[in-house]
């Protein structure tokens, strides 16, 4: 399971045009799901999520979690951080877990996200667009 999180002021996700998940100052995850992937990988990226330390203290280094400042959640799905990129130029996809063993992690992750901090998701499989302001910019990728 990979995590690419990124440190937003603010974020959101539209479909069809319509805003159908967003967030303030919090974490905008794109949610990458590989064969293999579970409900104790799912249990295992969140906590590590919720606690990473990523946000700014009072004398300005990343000593803080989206649970210290009581942040927002954005998690949009995304198999293509699944992608296999070593060889040629087009990516191979064969590591990514299939569409509907995806869709009920990503259900799952989202629910039980939803149980520790306000979240927001896009629609799994949807043509997404994804606004967001990465605040630093800070990114990083989270695999477990």
Request: cysteine-free; proline content about 3%; charged content about 30%.
């Amino acid at each position: 399971m990979i995590g690419l999180i990124q440190r937003v002021s603010e974020a959101s996700v539209k479909v069809d045009g319509a805003v159908i998940g967003s967030a303030e100052r919090g974490i905008l995850l794109l949610l990458g799901i590989q064969k293999g992937d579970d409900q104790e990988k799912a249990d295992r990226l969140l906590d590590k999520l919720l606690r990473y330390r990523i946000f700014p203290d009072d004398e300005g280094r990343m000593n803080r979690s989206l649970l210290d400042i009581e942040g927002d959640l954005l998690v949009v799905s995304q198999f293509t951080l699944a992608a296999d990129t070593r060889k040629g130029t087009r990516p191979g996809f064969s590591n990514s877990a299939p569409p509907a063993e995806a869709e009920a992690l990503y259900d799952y992750f989202s629910e039980q996200a939803a149980t520790k901090v306000r979240t927001n998701t896009g629609r799994f499989g949807a043509d997404m667009k994804v606004s967001l302001v990465n605040d630093g910019p800070v990114t990083f990728w989270l695999e477990v």
